[in-house]
């Protein structure tokens, strides 16, 4: 696809990770150049791990080079992180690292932060969620605070044991003003184990479901994750690339170019930018097909 055509395309591209064929030694930096020369637009950093490695320095150095590529930014926080752990001190830990990764996230330019919210445990689902929304809460609240720009987002996440169905994520978005999903088609696919969530009318579905839940401001501003993916009866395996899955990720984009919807999606496929490209592509002729009419 041409320059000119993909800037015009209503979603944005990229990868959760710096791309595989970014240069070794020059960090997330290298990784925001390599998305532009990719033709690319969007990077999000995969803190992961943690941020106990990351440098304002580093992150200053990613802010600049997005600045100049033109790149969008937005960060993954850690796995190590439980709106609903039921241990007081592991739960301090997690909210410091969350917090950390929007304060660095700023730092480096970044919009939305990305999280796992974490799992059931023991309890009932509403239990979990009423315990999740309550400290989820606080923490959108000292965000909002110390960083009104930033994004939070919740992620859909593909196993039963874990929180984030749409439903719950679209929930705190409701009582939230700088919350909004992260929708990973992937993971939604995945959960509920049975090869269902997989056809256009299902996505569509989802989507109407964000509209009438959140407006048009989650539909004009989606952070979506996407892949290929594996899984058994209780949801999601691991990540494949796209054509390795049973995932119709082509009828995903003709749903999402039929409603209209802008933002970011980022591929999570092995093959990362390779994944990137294919979605970027297939995006784009999904839209030259689409019923929406543009104006
Ligand atoms: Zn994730």
Redesign the pocket.
């Known amino acids: 696809m041409s320059k000119a055509t993909h800037r015009a395309l209503p979603f944005h591209f990229g990868t ?1 990770g710096t791309p595989l064929s970014a240069p070794k030694n020059e960090g997330s930096a290298g990784g925001v150049r390599r998305i532009r020369e990719l033709n690319l637009d969007a990077l999000e950093l995969a803190w ?1 791990r943690g941020t106990t490695h990351i440098t304002p320095e580093a992150c200053a150095r990613v802010r600049s080079a997005a600045e100049e590529c033109d790149v969008a930014i937005s960060v ?1 926080a850690t796995y190590f992180f439980n709106l609903n752990t039921q241990d007081d001190e592991m739960w301090q830990a997690g909210r410091e690292r969350l917090l950390r990764a929007a304060r660095l996230g700023t730092l480096a330019g970044a919009t939305d932060v ?1 999280f ?1 919210p974490g799992s059931y445990m023991k309890r009932s689902t509403e239990e979990a969620f009423r315990v999740a929304t309550e400290r989820l809460a606080e923490i959108a609240e000292t965000v909002r605070r110390e960083q009104p720009s930033i994004m939070l987002r919740p ?1 859909t996440m593909g196993k039963q044991a874990l929180l984030g169905t749409l439903d719950e994520t679209i929930e705190w978005s409701r009582r939230f003003e700088n919350v909004l999903p ?1 929708v ?1 088609f992937a993971h939604l696919h995945a959960r509920p184990g049975d090869g269902s969530f997989n056809s256009y009318a299902e996505f569509a579905a989802a989507l109407q479901h964000i509209k009438d839940g959140l407006g048009n401001r989650a539909l004009q501003r989606m952070h979506i ?1 996407l892949s290929g993916i594996a899984y058994t009866q209780r949801g999601e395996k691991n990540h494949l690339n796209l054509d390795e899955s049973d995932l119709h990720y082509k009828d995903l984009l003709r749903a999402l170019a039929d409603f209209g919807a802008a933002g970011r999606i980022l591929s ?1 496929t092995p093959n990362m930018e390779e994944g990137a490209i294919i979605m970027q592509n297939a995006f784009g002729s999904a839209r030259r097909r689409s019923t929406h009419v543009t104006t």
Do not use: A, Q, S
């Open positions: 959760v992961v993954h990305i796992h992620e992260c990973d994750h999570e």
